[in-house]
């Protein structure tokens, strides 16, 4: 509870009106982030540690790899920072035992902010990347490195903790007859300080980073449903060259497919929040107000969003990489690595041996 604040539990001399905006308020509080941030948190901490697993294996390394592993590093400690701000509503946590919460509570909102803005950075910098290698092949051998993706990564984090570093310094936490409280400090409600924040949030988290991501994933949408169209329009009889580049083409479509959905993910779960954070600009609510539970509530509802999207790449990369899907069955399974090597070297031996005969028999072998 704030200090000085009406408890969430007041329901005295209130109209109908007031009482359904409380209901909903503490029902989607209870929901969300007593039932169903727990589910996903679950989820996303073990499909988010197998992703780190995963995309480290010498065999996924790539300049991409190394984005998705970063928001994979990010997405986890969002979700456990999540889940720990979490328990601010649990009945009895407010007892003067759980002192110690409060003393790090401040910080893991801090590492929640952080790693909110540095997920939408990492999001719009593997698009813009993913544009260059897609739509510019010749730049992005130059550009798309990972090298290049490493020391990118390393500015977002720098630049995203100095960003949000205030936020500790708005919460003071104080004992009140034997309960805990937070309390917002002078910082916090310093207009300047408030007007300020917002619109830096507004701008660097929210409207530069999303037109970045709406653009260059569009195009990208348009480059592999182009690659589509010209594969289609191939006849049958091609060089193995040829199937070779088809091949190589259709797999760099399946890994541009699949960052489009994470993108596509991403916009879909973050969207309401991001509203939600330049509607407070306008319009902000005292808590107690039946306008303010209603504001609470959709809060609740779109920070669950956020969390269902740290949690769910793990699910994308499963469904939609063949690479991913096997990568994570000889890690989860060393056995089977024999044996998927075994096959692999049969088929590639036979693959070699094919192509050898066909080179041998074509009018070019002969011509030569």
């Not at 289609?232 to 091949?247: F, M, V, W, Y």
């Amino acid at each position: 509870m704030d200090c000085g604040t009406v408890p969430t539990n007041y329901t005295a001399n209130i109209t109908d009106s007031e009482s359904a905006a409380i209901i909903f308020r503490n029902e989607s509080r209870y929901w969300m982030q007593r039932v169903l941030t727990p589910a996903a948190v679950l989820i996303g901490v073990v499909g988010n540690i197998l992703t780190i697993v995963v995309l480290t294996r010498r065999r996924m390394t790539s300049s991409t790899n190394t984005y998705l592993t970063a928001l994979a590093v990010t997405d986890l400690a969002y979700l456990i920072c999540v889940y720990t701000v979490s328990y601010e509503n649990y009945p009895g946590i407010h007892d003067v035992r759980f002192l110690w919460y409060w003393r790090h509570w401040k910080y893991a909102l801090w590492i929640v902010d952080c790693t909110m803005g540095i997920s939408v950075w990492l999001t719009a910098a593997f698009t813009f990347e993913r544009y260059i290698a897609v739509c510019h092949p010749l730049r992005g051998r130059v550009f798309c490195t990972e090298a290049r993706a490493r020391r990118v990564i390393i500015v977002i984090y720098i630049l995203c903790l100095l960003s949000t570093c205030t936020t500790p310094f708005e919460w003071s936490i104080e004992v009140k007859d034997g309960m805990v409280c937070k309390k917002m400090t002078e910082l916090a409600m310093d207009q300047t300080y408030k007007n300020y924040l917002y619109w830096f949030w507004a701008a660097m988290f929210v409207f530069v980073p999303l037109v970045i991501i709406a653009i260059f994933n569009t195009f990208l949408i348009e480059a592999v449903h182009r690659s589509k169209r010209q594969r289609s329009g191939l006849t049958q009889q091609i060089e193995p060259r040829d199937c070779a580049n088809s091949s190589r083409q259709r797999q760099e479509n399946k890994i541009t497919t699949t960052l489009i959905a994470v993108v596509i993910l991403f916009i879909v779960c973050q969207t309401p929040a991001a509203i939600m954070l330049v509607v407070y600009i306008f319009y902000s609510p005292d808590k107690s107000t039946p306008a303010g539970a209603i504001m609470l509530g959709l809060g609740n509802i779109f920070n669950f969003l956020t969390t269902v999207n740290a949690s769910s790449n793990f699910l994308l990369y499963c469904v939609m990489s063949d690479k991913y899907r096997r990568t994570l069955v000889l890690t989860l399974c060393p056995c089977l690595a024999t044996r998927h090597q075994r096959s692999h070297t049969f088929t590639s031996y036979y693959a070699s041996h094919h192509n050898s005969s066909v080179r041998f028999n074509s009018p070019n072998a002969l011509n030569t």
